[in-house]
């Protein structure tokens, strides 16, 4: 009998007790990447206790790991058994013959992605002589363009923000690719976010969110909001967008929107969260949010549907004797996460 108050008193007060349980997901070693200047290798700047710099960016597009490695100035698509397909980028120490590899000069890569046809899309941000390209602060915020390459790794077009290259990208938070092969750009300045979407080399929207106000006030106080993060739905016609709200410094809760970018209106509010902790993480399949909450060494994740109930909790248990991890997760919404060991990054798959 106690039990079964016990679960009615969950689905009265939850709509079930789903987020009482949380789900442990294994990983497995999907790649491994020795430390090198070699092809399928990563340079790692570290000394005896943790990084010195952290000069890449990994990430996993359609089955395959690119890495970004600003140390070697090199982009490389890598396959799940951690052979290189293709380089581009310094190669003045690769056997072309024995490597598919084209040279290019990079000044600083920022943003990657790839589209369905393997076109390559990538940040070049441009360093002014004060800064070093190790300066990451001069570097995010320096003025960069999109380069488009093939699949062979041949350049194909430059793009700013009208499309050619005439007015450059200042900070870029993201590029995405849509389900019709469409590319978005996620743009901050310091004081707004810009979302521009590109069909090829025409811009055809564009929406700057200084023009919504997001401000609260109940009976006695005002709450000013704060964009902290912006989703792009896989079908590329709405957005989610993650807004923080402060009573002066003071968190107060963080809520989500749908806005439409056909109709270019923020059309309803998906759910309220006061925990500060949930931070939006990813949206799968256009249908399922995921909120991670860093508890200690474990990473969890509470999954919210677009109506905002809770239907699940996950966490993911990390070997923590490992210098630096991340975790990151693929167009399918796939969780993975890379660790560097004293030598060597390796590449876990979760599930």
């Known amino acids: 009998m106690k039990k079964i108050i016990l679960f009615l ?3 009265l007060l939850s709509g079930g007790c789903t987020k009482w349980f949380v789900n442990s997901l294994s990983s497995k070693t999907y790649a491994s990447l020795k430390n090198g200047d070699g092809p399928g290798q990563i340079q790692i700047v570290r000394d005896e206790y943790s990084l010195n710099d952290l000069s890449f960016r990994i990430e996993v597009h359609r089955d395959r790991i690119i890495t970004a490695d ?3 100035k090199r982009l490389q698509i890598i396959d799940g058994n951690s052979n290189p397909e293709l380089m581009i980028g310094a190669i003045q120490n690769i056997d072309k013959n024995r490597n598919k ?7 600083v890569i920022g943003a990657f992605t790839m589209d369905n046809d393997n076109n390559l899309y990538v940040q070049n941000r441009l360093i002014s002589k004060k800064y070093s390209s190790s300066d990451q602060e001069g570097a995010n915020f320096s003025p960069s363009y999109i380069l488009v390459f093939d699949e062979n790794g041949e350049l ?16 870029i938070e993201k590029l995405f690719i849509d389900s019709d092969n469409r590319l978005f750009v996620l743009s901050r300045t310091f004081n707004t976010w810009e979302l521009f979407r590109f069909n090829k080399r025409k811009r055809e929207k564009y929406i700057d969110f200084s023009k919504f106000d997001f401000k609260e006030s109940d009976n006695k106080n005002t709450y000013n909001g704060r ?3 912006i989703l792009i739905l896989k079908s590329g016609n709405e957005v989610v967008v993650s807004v923080a709200y402060y009573h002066d410094t003071r968190f107060k809760y963080r809520k989500l929107y749908e806005l439409s970018l056909e109709k270019d209106k ?3 509010e998906i759910t309220s969260i006061a925990d500060p902790k949930n931070v939006l ?3 799968v399949d256009d249908k399922i949010l995921y909120f991670w909450n860093i508890e200690g060494k474990d990473v969890k994740f509470m999954l919210v549907n677009m109506e905002g109930n809770i239907l699940n909790n996950i966490k993911l248990v990390f070997d923590n004797n490992n210098i630096f991890s991340k975790i990151i997760h693929d167009e399918n ?18 599930k």
């Open 9 to 11: 008193i969950c689905l």
């Open 70 to 72: 600003n140390n070697l």
């Open 101 to 107: 590899a084209v040279n290019f000069n990079f000044n």
């Open 156 to 171: 194909q077009y430059t793009m700013g923000k009208s499309g050619t290259p005439d007015i450059p990208f200042f900070y």
């Open 227 to 229: 964009i902290e993060n």
């Open 266 to 268: 923020l059309t309803r």
């Open 281 to 283: 993480f990813n949206i």
């Open 333 to 350: 919404g796939v969780i993975f996460s890379y660790h560097i060991y004293n030598d060597t990054m390796k590449i876990f798959k979760w």
